[in-house]
């Protein structure tokens, strides 16, 4: 068989990470037809198809998710392998990909990333914004950001910030339509702005007072999946809106907000930074997990878990 070029894996597992010739295209920076004419090129030569394409959607076959399963390991390899060089550099290069939450990207993420990035003007950061949990290795992420308490156990981690409280707000406008609520079970009798994972599912608003804890189910016209867009509907008059304390204490303190049950507000796990364990991290990794490290709070750092130590 004649030999494949390697440039055109490259291009067919950065097509099967994004799920799209065009999205792929514009990382690469090509036309997608071009990538199209690579992708149809690589299945001739290996006579099998490896993508299922529609107009709205691409595809591994099980022939294409079996050859991302074994080249996927070793393309990452090679880019560690360049890493590496950094070593002979005075200064770590390259890019570092990070997925994260909005509100943590918001909150904690991008000002650790724009003090780096003056650190090492060498480097590139890529946050892609995602509420949703991902594969990190095979979506080809360095890293991602998430409450500590959904990060998956084989994942090394490191705290960016304090744990986050909770905060349920409206209007002042908003309250003098509605009763103030004087009990998490109240917010059934008043409009709120209901919060719906990508997944579907929908949050429900958690309290806790005395050792007791509650979940409720609230109701409303407006359903949103974004918490700042939520805010932004609160500051408007539409409801009530779970946010967190970060996010709104600015708001509170102008009088724009009203915030209600705050005895009832429970504390949540602060973000954390995660990657994947591995004997040798790349070094423009290890510079960002060690800056990121130095910039956490006191308060963060005395909340360190145990496997959080490995970091």
């Not at 994942?155 to 409206?170: E, F, K």
Request: proline share 6%.
């Amino acid at each position: 068989m004649k030999r494949i070029e390697p440039n055109h894996l490259a291009i067919f597992l950065t097509i099967a990470r994004h799920g799209s010739f065009r999205r792929a295209a514009d990382e690469i920076g090509v036309t997608p037809s071009a990538l199209s004419h690579v992708l149809r090129a690589l299945e001739e030569h290996l006579g099998v198809r490896l993508l299922n394409r529609t107009t709205r959607s691409v595809a591994l076959t099980e022939a294409g998710e079996r050859l991302r399963a074994r080249v996927a390991p070793a393309f990452r390899d090679i880019d560690d392998a360049l890493d590496d060089l950094n070593t002979f550099r005075d200064t770590p290069t390259g890019r570092l990909r990070i997925n994260a939450a909005r509100p943590s990207t918001q909150m904690v993420l991008l000002p650790i990333v724009t003090r780096f990035l003056a650190a090492f003007p060498g480097v590139n950061v890529d946050i892609v914004v995602n509420n949703a949990l991902v594969d990190m290795v095979s979506s080809g992420f360095d890293a991602g950001v998430r409450f500590g308490d959904v990060v998956a156990q084989d994942m090394i981690t490191v705290p960016l910030g304090p744990p986050q409280r909770s905060a349920y707000v409206a209007s002042p406008e908003f309250f003098r339509r509605y009763p103030t609520p004087s009990t998490p079970d109240e917010l059934k009798n008043i409009p709120c702005i209901k919060f719906r994972f990508e997944s579907g599912r929908f949050f429900a608003w958690e309290f806790e007072r005395d050792g007791v804890e509650l979940s409720v189910e609230v109701s409303g016209q407006l359903t949103l999946g974004e918490q700042d867009l939520a805010v932004q509907a609160a500051l408007d008059g539409a409801g009530v809106a779970f946010a967190f304390e970060g996010q709104v204490a600015e708001l509170i303190d102008q009088g724009r907000l009203v915030r209600v049950l705050e005895e009832w507000c429970p504390y949540y796990p602060g973000f954390h930074l995660y990657y994947p364990s591995r004997r040798q991290l790349p070094t423009t990794l290890r510079a960002f997990v060690d800056f990121a490290r130095s910039s956490a709070t006191p308060s963060a750092l005395s909340t360190r878990s145990g496997r959080d130590q490995s970091a």
